[in-house]
C-alpha cells in the first residue's frame, strides 16, 4: 500500500481538508479521494491529490 495525500482548501486558501489515503496504485486512490470528498460536500471546492512521488492523481480548481 502507497500513502496518498488529499488536501482541499476554501477560496481564500484556507486548508480545509489534510487527509492521507491509503491505496494500492492512483486510480485507486483518485477513487477513494473523491468518495472522500463526496461525503464531506467538498467536492466542488478546490482540491487534489498527490501520490507519494508527488505525481498530481486528482485535481481541481
Known amino acids: 500500500m502507497k500513502t496518498y ?3 482541499a482548501f476554501e477560496t481564500t ?3 480545509i481538508l489534510d ?3 491509503q491505496a494500492e496504485h492512483d486510480e485507486a486512490a483518485k477513487e477513494l ?3 472522500m470528498l463526496t ?3 467538498l467536492l466542488e471546492r478546490t482540491h487534489r ?3 507519494p512521488s508527488g ?3 486528482l485535481f481541481h480548481s
Open 39 to 41: 461525503e464531506k460536500n
Open 33 to 35: 479521494a473523491e468518495k
Open 49 to 51: 491529490c498527490t501520490s
Open 55 to 57: 505525481k498530481l492523481v
Open 5 to 7: 495525500k488529499l488536501t
Open 13 to 15: 486558501g484556507e486548508k
Open 19 to 21: 487527509e492521507s489515503i
